[in-house]
């Protein structure tokens, strides 16, 4: 059964830079592609960008400028670093898997999760 | 963006009734459509993504259908695990977003 579980500092300051590491357990890392999902407190859900095992990533446009993913395949894990945070990026933060059944893969739908990680940010 | 809105925002439904979810896409998403259910504290869990097609170990009361801008969400007799938030999103053009959330509750 795969997991995922997500680390990182729980308090960043404003202006600094969020760093989080998700480790995949109980499967390999390669040939699917991983997502960071956040959800502010109280609120909905908002998909970050993706990274494919082979490096390849996609990230939302409205973050697009402060964030970058990585993908360490020796050691089964993907990062996520979010530069010059504010309030407004406090959430809890979850590592994802794309759904594949059958061989097939389908991107964009998530069925494997982390259990979230609260990342504030304050001084 | 494609944005995907949600209603109503909260539902009230007894216990071994039906509860109808509707969520609408600004644009058409074909069926690139999944639903998620969340419980407070943990994860998003998906049930439907395909627009229909139940992920699996999801119970059969748990439906999906539409195509294009109208999707819904039933749940066809709603047992106590089932109060939570659910959540639409559309996976249609490599940028993915949600709705906002319904929130199931007991009547």
């Known amino acids: 059964q795969v997991q995922l579980q997500e680390s990182g500092p729980g308090l960043v300051k404003p202006s600094e830079t969020l760093s989080l590491t998700c480790t995949v357990s109980?499967?390999?890392?390669?040939?699917?592609?991983w997502s960071w999902i956040r959800q502010p407190p109280g609120k909905g859900l908002e998909w970050i960008g993706y990274i494919y095992y082979s490096g390849s990533t996609n990230y939302n446009p409205s973050l697009k400028s402060r964030v970058t993913i990585s993908v360490d395949t020796s050691k089964n894990q993907f990062s996520l670093k979010l530069s010059s945070v504010t309030a407004a990026d406090t959430a809890v933060y979850y590592c994802a898997r794309d759904h594949c059944t059958n061989g097939v893969c389908y991107t964009g739908v998530f069925d494997y999760w982390g259990q979230g990680t609260l990342v504030t940010v304050s001084s | 963006e494609i944005v995907m809105t949600q209603s109503p925002a909260t539902l009230s439904v007894s216990p071994g009734e039906r509860a109808t979810l509707s969520c609408r896409a600004s644009?058409?998403?074909?069926?690139?459509l999944a639903w998620y259910q969340q419980k407070p504290g943990q994860a998003p869990r998906l049930l439907i993504y395909?627009?229909?097609t139940r992920a699996t170990g999801i119970p059969a009361r748990f439906s999906g259908s539409g195509s294009g801008t109208e999707f819904t969400l039933t749940i066809s007799s709603l047992q106590s695990e089932d109060f939570a938030v659910y959540y639409c999103q559309q996976y249609n053009n490599w940028q993915y977003t949600f709705g906002q959330g319904t929130k199931l509750e007991i009547k």
């Open positions: 395909g627009a229909s």
């Open positions: 644009q058409s998403v074909s069926s690139n």
């Open positions: 109980g499967g390999s890392i390669s040939s699917y592609y």
